[in-house]
């Protein structure tokens, strides 16, 4: 009888080896005759051992995996391509989506086919954009694609036969790798998540127009009356657009004086020129009118019509383009077949958003923004002008939002806003407080009781929550509902954003860090040989004098000593354009996502893993031990 021997019945005989390390060895060897593995470990086709999940890591491992039998044909054919997808060169089918889809079906389709975004592509399956994980984290269901993607003209793309080398530098110098994009409110998505405070020495209509145009958004605040408030939206949306819907015109009759004057006051540079049916007649710009007396009128100094270039209503980008470098102009009007103004493109649109291919856009193209408004009574008809001025997002803003005086008006504006405004209240600090507002009909909460820089309603009234604690607890409470959180105060470098973002709020809302800049309201001092610009606490005396002012515009009036302060003024350095601070910002948050393992702002909050440090642990993060230059 033949002698049967088992793996314990025997040993390998050492023999003299000339390796030197173990990384001289080579286990690669075939697994079939054509199919070669680069260890020789398989995975064995059992249900127990073998299904998609293991065939992929053992393929990442080296080795190679048998998916098992015991299951029906298209559930073993679909953990097949669930581990070739797994990882390749390049993908040659990706899976796509019609812009009509809901976040709903896309959603379950991710689930079902284990990926995390698709490509979104028309019938001709050209691009239009893309869907990830990201864009369809705070979506309603019954959102669509075309919602809620990254649109075309926000992607990098190469050619079919791009290289390896040459698409991993692409992704590298578009910094593709980090993406900031968020949500500022339910279905308003920015480009990163700086949001400039609602304060009035922080956010009027320059510093908005500057925070949308770098990526974020900016807040107006509400310490002014309704009029100068829907002015300042009003300048804001129209200070870019695709195409400009409702240009200002003029009659033929006006005068060089009475243009001027309308130019100065709405901040623009011309008028199309029309008569009572809206016909075109002729355009007037600053340099018709540079030389021109002030009783001249419009008729007399306008460039005509025959002199004009126009296009028609549903001209393309880049055709305008091309019309306006043919004929070195830099208004080109839209008339429909009866030769009636419909809209106007200027090379300064284009040129702007050639230049700013990250600022935040609506649908039009116009600038995102979003406005204050307060809890009394009148406050709902300032909402209702912010609302149709154009905002995107009204702003409930009181000190204490878990209040029923806040929560009522939440509910009365939700009713009253149309669908497409988003609608935001706060400040809360509790879980609590999120959920009532969550239930009063909010699309973001503002987090913050006492963080600000010049907020004093800690030490006032002995009230409030430690900032990182309060995103902390709040955004677990609001992540049910998917309703983002904004953390409002208390970030003083871009690391302490990335600490806040990393807590579970979606957005930051900046003062300090902003005020003191070109854009800020305000007028450069000198302070002990140093420029300044003032910064002043909303709930301080100085704003306060500031309401009495608005509010006896409008025929009522406060008592300044009613008022208990629960804020200071005081005095910022001067820091030049706001850009430059965005920009610093900005790159120290995508340092830090990157520090923590990912690429995103939900990587960033799903690998996050805060340590508790020390005095000495906090003296030893900034720079010791030197003297700085």
């Not at 269901?141 to 075309?146: E, G, I, K």
């Not at 080398?165 to 700086?194: G, M, Y």
């Not at 002008?385 to 008006?409: T, Y």
Request: glycine content about 8%.
């Amino acid at each position: 009888m033949k002698e049967g021997l088992t793996f314990d019945d025997a040993l390998l005989v050492p023999r003299q080896s000339p390796v030197r390390s173990r990384k001289e060895i080579s286990l690669r060897t075939r697994f079939s005759r054509r199919v070669t593995i680069n260890n020789p470990i398989v995975s064995a086709n059992m249900d127990t051992v073998t299904e998609d999940a293991m065939a992929i890591a053992v393929a990442q491992n080296g080795g190679i995996g048998v998916i098992h039998r015991f299951n029906t044909v298209e559930q073993q054919v679909a953990m097949v391509k669930r581990v070739k997808r797994a990882e390749s060169y390049v993908i040659s089918d990706p899976y796509t989506a019609s812009p009509e889809v809901t976040v709903a079906q896309m959603r379950q389709e991710a689930k079902l086919r284990g990926v995390g975004g698709f490509l979104i592509v028309n019938e001709t399956h050209e691009l239009l954009g893309v869907v990830s994980t990201r864009d369809t984290l705070f979506a309603a269901p019954t959102d669509h694609a075309r919602d809620v993607m990254t649109p075309r003209d926000h992607l990098v793309v190469a050619p079919p036969d791009v290289s390896m080398s040459e698409a991993r530098q692409l992704l590298h110098q578009h910094r593709k790798e980090i993406s900031l994009r968020t949500r500022f409110s339910r279905r308003v998505t920015i480009n990163n998540p700086i949001v400039s405070a609602n304060m009035d020495t922080v956010t009027e209509d320059a510093m908005a127009i500057a925070v949308a145009q770098n990526g974020g958004i900016g807040v107006i605040h509400r310490f002014n009356t309704v009029e100068q408030q829907v002015a300042m939206v009003k300048r804001v949306k129209r200070a870019e657009s695709y195409v400009i819907s409702d240009p200002y015109t003029a009659s033929p009759e006006v005068t060089v004086a009475q243009m001027r004057q309308e130019a100065k006051l709405r901040g623009v540079g011309g008028f199309l020129i029309v008569n009572e049916t809206h016909e075109l007649l002729g355009v007037v710009s600053t340099r018709d009118t540079l030389f021109a007396a002030p009783t001249d009128h419009a008729r007399d100094v306008m460039t005509p019509r025959d002199h004009l270039v126009v296009a028609p209503p549903d001209v393309s980008m880049s055709e305008a383009r091309q019309l306006l470098h043919q004929h070195r102009k830099e208004k080109l009007p839209l008339v429909n077949d009866h030769n009636c103004v419909c809209g106007l493109i200027t090379s300064k649109d284009i040129l702007n958003h050639e230049e700013r291919p990250f600022a935040s856009l609506d649908g039009r193209g116009q600038l995102l923004v979003a406005a204050a408004v307060g809890v009394k009574a009148d406050d709902v008809a300032r909402a209702e002008a912010l609302a149709a001025a154009g905002a995107d997002a009204v702003v409930v803003d009181v000190a204490h939002g878990h209040s029923d005086i806040c929560i009522e008006q939440t509910r009365r504006l939700r009713e009253l806003l149309p669908g497409g405004v988003d609608l935001v209240a706060g400040n809360v600090a509790t879980a609590a407080g999120v959920v009532a507002l969550i239930d009063a009909g909010v699309d973001a909460v503002k987090i913050g009781v006492g963080p600000g820089s010049i907020c004093t309603t800690r030490v006032v009234t002995g009230c409030g929550m430690p900032q990182l604690t309060a995103v902390l607890d709040c955004s677990a409470a609001a992540l049910d509902t998917a309703t983002p959180v904004i953390a409002d105060g208390g970030c003083r470098t871009s690391g302490d954003l990335t600490k806040a973002l990393a807590a579970g709020a979606s957005s930051c809302m900046l003062g300090h860090l902003l005020a003191g800049t070109d854009e800020s309201p305000g007028t450069v001092l000198m302070k002990g040989g140093r420029k300044v610009k003032v910064l002043r606490g909303m709930a301080g005396y100085g704003a306060f004098m500031g309401r009495q002012e608005a509010e006896a515009s409008e025929g009522t009036r406060g008592d300044v000593f009613d008022m208990v302060p629960e804020g200071v003024e005081a005095t910022v350095q001067y820091r030049g354009p706001v850009k430059a601070i965005i920009h610093q910002l900005v790159g120290g948050v995508a340092s830090g996502i990157s520090y923590c393992g990912g690429h995103t702002i939900t990587d960033l909050q799903r690998n996050a893993e805060f340590v508790h440090i020390s005095a000495a642990g906090m003296l030893e993060s900034g720079h010791h031990d030197v003297a700085v230059l």
